[in-house]
């Protein structure tokens, strides 16, 4: 009996040792990125050893890496069973359960760091993100203040508030926090490219540019930096340069979509249709969710009179999240052309909830809304359409057409009355004006004519 439990307790031992040796080696693995390999060692550690909260720990931050947040929330509240309160666990828990969208629980967690550990700095500047993801940007502010407190100089804290910034539309202040922690942490990540989002976002291209150029020498391999690098040239005209970098990107990956698709742009700019064709649909065959080949494609189906193609990509399209209000606009206009008002006044409404400034989106709605024959909701839209584009001729011009199409020929003549020097609006003028004294002349014929009849 005494024998058997020394056996047990030196077998014990040696699974003890074999359990820290494949801990320990877990931990290089994940240092070196070998992340699948790390999980099977650190797995077959806690299960010699469940309640190791370290190697949970550690299991939940490999987990992390591969992007598995929600098996890693589990892991660290496994991990926290027994070290309850942890604050590095709780800190790691709160930031997965903001990624994942619960953004109560990150709040309650950061806040039960703030209760054991108040001068825990990463529990203020992590919260930067989670209420800027919740839109809550002057609880974010706060956070930012109260970390300060802490760490004047968490170049984290100046890059989170930064993002904040940025989603607000503050974009000089995003520049300005991203640029702080440039001088404080001048190899953080992707920090060039957010100053060169930041001055793109302000139209000055120059500093831009030289901002993706540096990011691009510090980390010449990423592909969300050579992408948007892409886009930007693109915006700037510069069409070699961007398609060099498109076609760089698939030369490495292959199955990368968007850049199939703004390759696919590029050759429609050039009126290689069918070349174009070809990589929009590619691009969707490699992601059916990717918003821009389906509509693109439809363009190209109603150019070629498939209307009925036309109408199942747009369909399809409406049926994702659309990333802008003019792409909304521009399949509304398309589904009017089809015929397909319905789904016309869809479009423009979804244009309109992601805040819509076309006066166009608007002038569409009240022709809907005329061939409904819902006049005076019509005349609404026109009106707000003069009021987003006053003194604008075309868009007068435009107004003034469907006034005259709903029998206003007064308001469609006011509509057009500050426009000079235009002889389409002269003669359209003149034409309304024609009308309508025609109108009057008839009233006054069909009144004498009556008052001749109540003669007799």
């Known amino acids: 009996m005494h024998f058997e439990s020394d056996f047990e307790n030196d077998f014990e031992a040696g699974s003890w040792d074999a359990a820290e040796k494949k801990a320990a080696k877990a931990f290089d693995l994940y240092e070196e990125g070998q992340t699948s390999e790390a999980l099977e060692l650190i797995d ?94 002057e609880m974010a502010e706060q956070m930012f203040y109260q970390a300060q407190q802490l760490n004047e100089n968490c170049p984290l804290c100046f890059y989170n508030i930064g993002n904040s910034f940025f989603i607000q539309g503050l974009y000089e202040k995003a520049i300005w926090c991203w640029e702080k922690t440039a001088s404080l942490e001048p190899s953080h990540p992707q920090i060039h490219y957010r100053i060169a989002q930041g001055y793109w976002a302000i139209t000055d291209n120059d500093k831009a540019f030289s901002h993706f150029i540096e990011e691009l020498r510090i980390n010449p391999g990423d592909v969300d930096v050579i992408f948007d690098f892409g886009i930007f040239l693109l915006h700037c005209g510069n069409i070699e340069s961007a398609t060099e970098k498109f076609r760089r990107i698939i030369e490495t990956y292959p199955d990368f979509a968007p850049a199939l698709h703004y390759m696919g742009e590029i050759e429609l700019s050039r009126q290689n249709t069918d070349k174009a064709q ?27 009179g498939e209307n009925e193609k036309a109408f199942d990509l747009l369909t399809k399209e409406l049926q994702q999240e659309l990333p802008e209000a003019e792409i909304a606009t521009a399949i509304g206009i398309m589904m009017f052309g089809l015929g397909e008002f319905e789904y016309a006044m869809h479009s423009f409404l979804k244009a309109s909830e992601l805040g819509s400034t076309d006066a166009i989106n608007y002038i569409f709605m009240a022709k809907v809304l005329t061939l409904h024959g819902e006049k005076n909701d019509a005349q609404q839209f026109l009106e707000y359409a003069m009021e987003l584009c006053p003194g604008d001729a ?30 389409s609006v002269f003669a359209f003028r003149k034409k309304i004006q024609m009308k309508l004294a025609f109108k009057k002349t008839i009233g006054v014929i069909t009144t004498i004519s009556h008052f001749g009849q109540s003669r007799k």
């Not at 619960?102 to 550990?117: G, H, K, M, P």
């Not at 490699?286 to 693109?296: H, M, T, V």
């Not at 868009?395 to 057009?416: C, F, G, R, S």
């Open 278 to 304: 070809q990589l929009f649909e590619r691009a969707l065959g490699l992601d059916d969710e990717l918003p821009g080949p389906k509509f693109r494609l439809a363009q190209i189906a109603i150019e070629a």
């Open 394 to 423: 075309e868009i007068a011009k435009k107004v003034a057409m469907i006034y005259a199409d709903m029998q206003k020929p007064e308001i469609a003549i006011n509509a057009v009355s500050f426009v000079k020097n235009d002889f």
């Open 44 to 137: 077959q550690a806690i299960e010699i050893d469940p309640t190791n909260s370290r190697w949970r720990f550690n299991k939940a931050l490999t987990l992390d890496v591969m992007n598995c947040f929600e098996q890693a929330i589990e892991e660290y509240q496994a991990a926290l069973e027994n070290s309850s309160e942890d604050v590095e666990i709780l800190n790691c828990l709160a930031i997965d359960y903001t990624r994942i969208g619960c953004y109560d629980l990150a709040v309650s967690t950061f806040e039960q760091i703030e209760n054991i550990r108040p001068d825990f700095e990463p529990a203020y500047c992590n919260r930067i993100i989670t209420y800027t993801e919740m839109d809550n940007y």
